[in-house]
């Protein structure tokens, strides 16, 4: 795996090097996707803010339309226009399209021309263009609302049983895509010495990988990679055997990773490392230098976990983007919402004292099967990866309850958080 993941490294790196006197085109890309991206979010949040208007009109309670919205969210950031006419073309022949009925009354609009607006606001946010259009066009409101997200979702929700096939674009925009490119430019111009971290964490079989290919596939493509399919894949560590090749590949070699995924990495940092005693512990307890040795060989690594907190918490404290998963079951859809925790200057008032800084919570991505499924030898290699290390817990269980029942086991209890 560590000269694998070398090449597949050299093959980004030869990208950015064919601009090396001029990223002026990668901060021009970053700014147009973070266009994209901020349109998609506010699309989201504004009809958030509005639902109890639309529940109140439509009869539809707010939880309703707000899972609704997450279908949406998903298909503004990974599903492409051909997609969205899929859907519209199969909903056509679906009777009873009740969530959406609802929408053109309350917009005030006929079916046709609600459609209409859906993939004029659509191809708008994902062509780069503002959220919103002129205020004489009767697409107006709609966009204001951010209706595009849960009017999308009402579509899927009527084909519940006649699940579509999803058509993921080439380039898709979440939170993750705009903070993989950030630090690339900045470790290619030098910008930053040490790379960052981030952490992506949500239930076993809730999207993390898919996001986490669909990713790196719209990075790669991004930076002109004519085969970000292959590379994506590449990229991606599966187990903890193939980490530790990895970091030894790059160490030895002398080489910065310009972005690195290690999947499964609950299994490589475990919130119970100081429970598994030995040589494990004693290899955590030096964790600030196992930090300081990772960040010194990559730029953008991202963790993923089985859980939102199962990474060890010196991980979680050394990363600079923490994503959690929340699972939403949407009828027929199984869905997870991604979020992020981000710091904001806006002054507020909490017991007496004036704070600067305040923490919100915003979509950081939006998992929904079986609308984005990872590519079948990506999925069977994943699932081997997640055999090998079920059967590596299994060992170590059995080698802790022999060691208590000898009276070995000399455990400290569970990591504090």
Known sequence: ??????????????????????????????????????????????????????????????????????????????????????????????????????????????????????????????????????????????????????????????????????????????????????IIKDVATGSVGAGSIATLGASVGKGKTSIIYYTLRSVLHILGHPEPDRLASDLIILSADDFWDVMEALSASGEKALVMVVDNASIIFPKQWIRMGGAVSRLFLGANALIDLIRGVSGATVFVANAPDELASFVRRASTLNIRGVDLDIRSYSATLFTERAEILAPSEKEGRQKLVRSVEKPAAAYVYPLLKLPPALYVKDLQAKKEDIARILQEIKRIQEGEASGEDGSSGEEKK
Not at 23 to 41: M, P, R, T
Not at 68 to 90: K, T
Not at 114 to 136: S, V, W
């Open 1 to 182: 795996m560590g000269e694998g993941f070398l090449r597949a490294n050299r093959e980004i790196w030869s990208l950015i090097d064919r601009h090396s006197s001029d990223v002026g085109w990668l901060v021009k890309l970053i700014k147009i996707y973070g266009n994209i991206y901020d349109n998609i979010i506010a699309s989201f949040s504004y009809f958030n803010a509005s639902v109890k208007e639309v529940e109140g009109e439509t009869g539809k309670s707010a939880g309703y339309w707000k899972r609704l919205a997450v279908l949406g969210l998903h298909a503004l950031m990974f599903q492409s226009p051909e997609f969205v006419n899929a859907i519209l073309s199969e909903s056509a022949t679906v009777s009873g399209s009740l969530s959406e009925m609802n929408l053109a009354k309350f917009f005030g609009l006929s079916r046709e021309n609600l459609r209409n607006c859906l993939i004029d606001t659509f191809n708008t946010i994902l062509g780069g263009g503002p959220r919103l259009g002129e205020r004489e066009s009767i697409c107006y409101k709609y966009q204001f609302y951010g209706a595009v997200v849960a009017h999308i979702g009402a579509v899927l929700a009527d084909l519940a049983g006649k699940q579509p096939q999803g058509i993921p674009r080439v380039n898709a925009v979440n939170s993750l895509t705009l903070w993989i490119l950030r």
